[in-house]
């Protein structure tokens, strides 16, 4: 299993690199995140359309528009268009963003499955008396054994 190998099949397919490297259970929780996302960036999309054909029905001297009861000011109907399409931006970049990740994570995870650990790795304390006092440094020793 190489690592460029793991990047390349979640580049081209998300999820794929992680199901390569032998952790399918990721593949979920790559599929929610991009999922999520996309499902925020078309909500958003949907409703900045709504508000914009809203403002436009209502610059053209039509007021029989969804919103008229609700926001009577067509300036509102602005600053609505504006809240929706800054979280459809975020939302892109939410895309992006978990794409990255899922490609990162499938290298670093194919990475990781390289090193060679063992069970011969011991820790025990050790106590060593100060040779200046009479206070006792209390240290750690790691041993690794090859």
Known sequence: MTPSKAAFYSAILPGLGQIYIGKAWKVPFVYGAIGASVYG????????????????????GYTDDEFIKLIPDKTKLLEGMKF??????????????TYMLNILDANVSAHLMQFNIKDNL???????????????????????KL
Request: charged share 30%.
């Open 41 to 60: 960036y078309v909500y958003n999309q949907k409703e900045l359309d709504r508000y914009r054909t809203a403002y436009k029905r209502r610059n053209s």
């Open 84 to 97: 929706h399409k800054n979280y459809r931006d975020m939302s892109f970049l939410f895309i992006l963003g």
């Open 122 to 144: 011991s820790v025990k304390p050790k106590f060593e008396p100060d040779v200046f006092g009479t206070d006792a440094n209390v240290g750690l020793q790691v041993l690794v």
